[in-house]
């Protein structure tokens, strides 16, 4: 707490001292001290959600003062250090409600000389306590500015009740006007219609505000950004700058951070706030209920801002490739200016925090964005505290076609490119958002040679597969057994069924039972279980220990009845380490954690072919690219949206391939290695030439390849990009341990 205030405070004397030194060419007014005191008040504001958090923002800002401090100054008598009550406030930045009424973000318009007048007043009350000069207590000024806010809004209600009277009035004399017309009963009826939705919508606002007012008056107020920072929202129409770490909080973990509201309805509540936020751009439906938490500051952030602001945010760098993030995405192509995608390939920014990160560089929204802007993802190949310098960002600035050097990466990509791309992914002509951080950060350039050169050759796995993950069960302790626990033949043995229940029991293409650890319950027969004396008695221990009133368990009937699963042709686990393996199935059932390849019936015959693509290094690259990077311990993620998506080559290529055949017969009959292994590359070197793959791997993939027409210098970049890709990944979770 309290790093970016002072950061900004320590970034905004120096541009002002740079800016004397530079330009003006002469010495900096004011000391330091009050040079920086007066630039707290003057550009820095900060809201944080706990109390304890708004002291330590304001004590690392009274010690940076203090620093500065002439001695002489240590020694008077009169208050040395600002009050900082009506700088750093304590509040929810997402959710405002006054007692069941959420409170908007909403732009003023135009302000009356006299309501300017009073801001101007009450800009001199806080200036006066700010600086410990005020006979007004804090509870006094705060009273003042609700009494400006309600000022407003009673303007507000007489300019509307004087739109309705006006609008009633010229309703009247439209309809005598019209009274001998031959039309005159239809063209009433009109009139009448039309002049009813308009009464209906100016009452309504009428009474909205009418509401707010009550509310206002009647509660105890929360934090409201419009009512605790008045001479931003109603003087300058928002922020020029904000910058943020939004917390880091995945959708089944949020609430509401007060502990006021009920979990499900703060989760709704977020929904209503984006889509209150920008009414002409966002609805409720539109935002995906996967959502975490920092996409929304995303959208509060923008709307927070003036129509020339920027918002700078360090966040989770999942959107970029999530499913949850489309929207996000499709929001910020259609209204914004995304200047910059930032990420470092080489370290955590954050140690605590097991995620990784981008910074976003984003302007506030517009009325119209030109298709053709680029937006420029950049990615640092070197730790930030070697990389960040003003040259860097003068590349990154003005590159406008991809550079790939040592140290640095950048991808300008036009805004109608992304918007395509999104839209090609649905068969809907929905938007369903693209792989930005995959393909336009980590992506290196074999990967767009690929795409050039051999596109029409590959096809979604989604595309002749149905892809789903195994059982969610809810309660794993209860429906899950070891091989040999003495309760799977007390209860029946017949009850339980060979499961793969981590990914780390598949070492090979073919899984051997012997690998596996766990058989799960599985009752077919719910008639029986009631004379199945020890299968009833370990159902009632189940819910003593109230498994059925689980959330994934409550809505099951009986709770203790897993639904079928049909036996897959192909599992996949979906965290990858160093491991790239898809295992033929055909024989178990599976958890969650493992993604289910059900071919269609089209291709039902090509299971080979397609267990040959799914296994070779090409795969395996693209596996890479296509999963999620979000888990900061350096695990790669592959859900069901991702596998869906994951290219592999066209199997009817592929058709009738005696050797290729041959070939997947051998490999599925050994373990399958890490793929440092697998190419025998040392994964701690720092660049990977000369790739030298186990035999059978590489027959395999020369097919490949041969089909795909790629070089030889081509098929060792693939070689290179893969290991490159998967040491960055694990590097980076290690970088800060």
Sequence with gaps: SGAFAVGMLNILDEIECLLYDKFLHQETPNTPFERKKRIIFQSLYGVEVKQWAVWITQLRLWITLLIEAEDDLKNSEEPLLPS??????????????????????SGEGLIAPEIQKNISALIKLKTDYYYNKS?????????????????????????LQSSLNRLKGESIKEIQSNIFNSDYQAELDLITRKQKHEEEKLKYQIDTLNYEINQIKNNNLPFVWKIDFPEIFIGKGGFDIIIGNPPYVPQEEIEDPLGKIDRNKYKALLKTMAAQDFPQDLNELSINGKSDLYTFFYIRGLRLLNPNGILTYISSNSWLDVEFGAWLQKFLLENCPVYFIIDNLSKRVFRSADINTIIAVIGAKQKMVASDDLIRFAAFKLPFENSLYTENFITIEETQNRIDYDYLRVNPVPRIKLLEEGLNNSTENKYQGSKWGSIYIKAPDIYFTIMEKAKDKLIKLGDIAKITRGYTTGANEFFYARIGDPIIKMTGIENWKLAIRTPSEINGIKIKENWLNYMILQIENIDMVKSNLYLNNYIKEGEKRNYHKRPTIKCRTPWFVLPSQDISDFVQGQIINERFIFCLNQKYLADCVLNLVFLNAAYESLNLEILSALNCTLTAFFTELNGRTALGEGALKNQVFEVAKLPIINPLLLKGNNTIHKLIETLSNREIFSIFKELQANPSQEFFTNINPLPDRKALDDVIFSVLGLSDSEIKAVYAGLLELTSNRLKKARSLT
């Excluded at 900082?84 to 973000?105: A, E, T």
């Design 84 to 105: 900082f009550d009506f700088k750093i406030r304590q509040g929810d930045s997402l959710i405002q409600m006054l007692g069941n009424y959420l409170f908007p973000v």
């Design 135 to 159: 006979l007004n207590k804090l509870q006094e000024i705060e009273y003042k500015q609700r009494e400006l806010y309600i000022q407003i809004l009673e303007k507000k209600i007489r300019e």
